[in-house]
């Protein structure tokens, strides 16, 4: 499933019963599709959020259901700041440095609890991917300014 | 019994029920907006003018469909306030939804020990 839309709020909030319907129908059970159609809207949200975008550019989405896992990729235009990739990768690296995804989620919810609405993102979406979507996150920026994060979640062998 | 007043913005209600022991939120659709905090944090501050002593406020999370985690702020702030203070807020989700299971139980790092602050699936 490939997707491309504007970078609008408003835009990417159908997406949710596009996915959903998509990822039913290719045999996915209820609990698992609902986990991956959040974790697709966290990752557009994010997009939305956090893009740099021109007036022709837009949000692409990238979903591959293989007989092992499932891929869900975004990519967007960002601009060429390092400190914000820098966060980013860090933390990705803090969300893998815990053994379970669940501890990680709990200190994040304890550190938004706590946090000024000036403190700017919480990153708490990327952490419930990891945790609620049980899914491995990375990412890549390629040569034309793009940012890809993407999140794949291992299916059962019973798939 | 009907709702004494209902709350919405865009995808997400919020009837809000008044008996004597308990004021209950019920909430119900989707908080996929950018900033759910605009939305929910005056709701919750004028909840909790209403409640206190034996009086709690529930939030009734059982019919909700999807709740970005930019939803979660405004409500993980809710609760550690109360937990540093007087008032009681019970928390009611779906248990036997699983994403509801996974996103609510893990608020229970938020519950007060004493009972004024607690999260249940029912």
């Known amino acids: ?159 | 019994m009907n709702p004494s007043h209902t709350y919405s913005d865009k995808s997400l209600t919020v009837e809000q029920f008044d008996p004597p022991e308990e004021l209950r939120l019920v909430f119900k659709g989707r908080s996929n907006e950018r900033d759910p905090s605009k939305f929910l944090t005056p709701l919750f501050n004028t909840s909790l003018l209403q409640v206190g002593g034996p009086r709690a406020l529930v939030l009734d999370f059982r019919n909700i469909e999807f709740m970005n985690s930019s939803t979660f702020t405004p409500l993980v702030r809710l609760l550690e306030e109360v937990r540093k203070g007087t008032t009681s807020v019970r928390l009611v989700y779906a248990a036997q939804v699983k994403w509801q299971t996974l996103s609510f139980s893990a608020l229970k790092v938020f519950e007060s020990g004493d009972g004024r602050v607690e999260i249940m699936g029912e």
């Open chain 1, 1 to 159: 499933m490939t997707l491309k839309m504007p970078p609008e709020w408003e835009t990417i909030k159908p997406v949710w019963d596009a996915t959903t319907a998509y990822f039913n129908g290719a045999g996915l059970d209820a609990d698992t599709g609902y986990a991956l159609a959040m974790v697709t809207q966290e990752l557009l949200e994010n997009a939305v959020k956090y893009g740099h975008f021109g007036p022709s550019d837009q949000i692409r989405l990238e979903i591959q259901i293989r007989r092992r896992d499932v891929t869900i990729e975004v990519t967007h235009r960002v601009e060429p700041d390092e400190a914000r990739l820098k966060r980013l990768d860090l933390t990705i690296q803090w969300i893998r440095g815990f053994q379970n995804p669940f501890e990680a989620y709990v200190e994040r919810l304890k550190a938004v609890s706590v946090a000024t609405p000036q403190q700017g993102e919480s990153g708490l979406g990327l952490v419930r991917i990891a945790y609620e979507g049980q899914s491995i996150l990375d990412f890549y920026v390629n040569e034309h300014h793009e940012l890809a994060v993407s999140a794949v979640h291992p299916l059962r062998s019973d798939h």
